[in-house]
């Protein structure tokens, strides 16, 4: 399903790709927190509180990777 998400992401299907990775946090929630996919779909889907919470989950299984570190910040920079 991971794939699935991300063939519609490139496709430019981002509210799609948000599903796919919500039904995969449905089946396995505990694949949550590795699903950075879906923050960039939630991100690009203008939904950035929800990417902010995405990319914090990551950063908190990861917290040495700046890039997700770096998405969170945009994120929180858009939320309104």
């Known amino acids: 399903l991971v794939r699935d998400g991300m063939n519609e992401f490139a496709a430019n299907r981002v509210e799609e ?12 929630p505990s694949t949550k927190p590795y699903l950075w996919q879906r ?10 509180l929800e990417g902010a919470e995405q990319f914090a989950a990551d950063v908190a299984v990861n ?18």
Do not use: M
């Open 39 to 48: 923050g960039l779909a939630l991100f690009y889907a203008d939904r950035f």
């Open 63 to 80: 917290p040495n990777d700046t890039e997700e570190s770096i998405w969170h910040l945009l994120c929180l920079a858009r939320v309104k």
């Open 17 to 28: 790709a948000v599903r796919i990775y919500d039904r995969i946090i449905e089946q396995q």
